[in-house]
C-alpha cells in the first residue's frame, strides 16, 4: 500500500460510517477549509457533556463561532457538523473531544484528521501533500488532479479551485504548508494524542497489526512507524489506549477512549 493510503482493501463502510467516517464523491472543503478556528472556539465554550443540539444551540444562538449573521452562523454550524459531527452519539467525536482535552498542542493534528475521515474531496489531497519533502513548493496541478479523479467531472473548473485553495489553506491551518501565494511544505510534529487518533481512525476503517502505524493516517503526522509506535506506548502510561505489542502482533484497545462522555 501507498504511504498515503487511507482506506486499505476490503473496507466494510457500513462500520466505518458507524464509527463517523462519511465516504462519497462530496464534501465541505467545496465550500469552507476545516475551520480550525471556529472549532476552538466552540468546544472552548461548549461542555463536553453537550449534544448535538446545544452545539447548534452554542453556534447560531450563542454566537460563540463568532459569525455576524444568522446564515452564517446555521452555515458554520452544518459545516463544522460535516467536519467534526458534534455529537457525543457519534464515536469518532467522542474520540476527538477526549484527546483534544488531553493535549492543546495536538489540537490542530487533530482537527485535520477528522476532516480527513469526514471530507472525502480532502482526502483525495493526501497525496499531493505528505509525499512532499521539508521545504518543497507546493504546486496546485497534482491537487487539482487527485481531487478530478475522485470527483470525475460532478466539479467545475471553478468548483475544483476553490476547493484547491480550501484544501490548501487547511493544510496550512494543521501546519503542514507555509506561507501565502508560495506555500512551502513543513514538517508538523506528532504528539501521543494525534498519534492515538490516528491510530483510531486507522482502525476503524480496517487497517490491523502492524499495518496500523505504515497507514496513511499515521504518515499524515510525519510520523514513522517506529516513532508512532513509540509514541503509542506513551498514550498507554498515560491512560489513554491500551496496547500490546509482541513481535508482528498488535493488541490494541480504545475502549477508554470510546466511553461516554
Given amino acids: 500500500m501507498s504511504v498515503t493510503t487511507l482506506i486499505p482493501p476490503g473496507v466494510d463502510v457500513a462500520a466505518a460510517t458507524a464509527a463517523g467516517f462519511r465516504f462519497g464523491e462530496k464534501g465541505t472543503h467545496a465550500t ?7 472549532l476552538q472556539l466552540v468546544l472552548s465554550a461548549v461542555p463536553a457533556s453537550a449534544d448535538r443540539n446545544e452545539y447548534a444551540s452554542a453556534i447560531i444562538d450563542d454566537n460563540y463561532a463568532a459569525k455576524q449573521t444568522v446564515s452564517t452562523r446555521r452555515h458554520t454550524n452544518q459545516r463544522l457538523g460535516e467536519l467534526y459531527a458534534l455529537d457525543p452519539a457519534v464515536a469518532l467525536f467522542r474520540v476527538l473531544r477526549r484527546l483534544w482535552e488531553q493535549d492543546a498542542s495536538a489540537r490542530p493534528l487533530l482537527a485535520l484528521l477528522s476532516s480527513l475521515a469526514r471530507d472525502p474531496l480532502f482526502a483525495a489531497t493526501v ?7 521539508p521545504g518543497a513548493e507546493f504546486l496546485r496541478e497534482p491537487m487539482r488532479a487527485a481531487i478530478r479523479a475522485l470527483a470525475g467531472d460532478r466539479l467545475n473548473d471553478s468548483t475544483l479551485d476553490k476547493v ?3 484544501a490548501a489553506s487547511s493544510w496550512t491551518q494543521s501546519g503542514h504548508l507555509e506561507g501565502r501565494a508560495l506555500k512551502r511544505r513543513r ?4 504528539t501521543p494524542a494525534s498519534v492515538v487518533f ?3 481512525l486507522a482502525y476503524k476503517i480496517g487497517f490491523r497489526g502492524m499495518d496500523l502505524f505504515s497507514s496513511g493516517w499515521v504518515a499524515t503526522l510525519d510520523c514513522s512507524a517506529a516513532l508512532a509506535q513509540k509514541l503509542a ?5 498515560f491512560g489513554l489506549i491500551d496496547i ?5 502482533v498488535v493488541e490494541i484497545s480504545f475502549d477508554r477512549l470510546e466511553q461516554p462522555l
Fill in 164 to 166: 484547491v485553495r480550501n
Fill in 127 to 133: 497525496e499531493a501533500i505528505v509525499p512532499l519533502d
Fill in 187 to 190: 514538517r508538523v510534529n506528532a
Fill in 198 to 200: 490516528a491510530l483510531y
Fill in 244 to 248: 500490546r505489542m509482541a513481535a508482528d
Fill in 233 to 237: 506506548l506513551e498514550a498507554k502510561r
Fill in 32 to 38: 469552507r477549509t476545516m475551520m480550525l478556528e471556529e
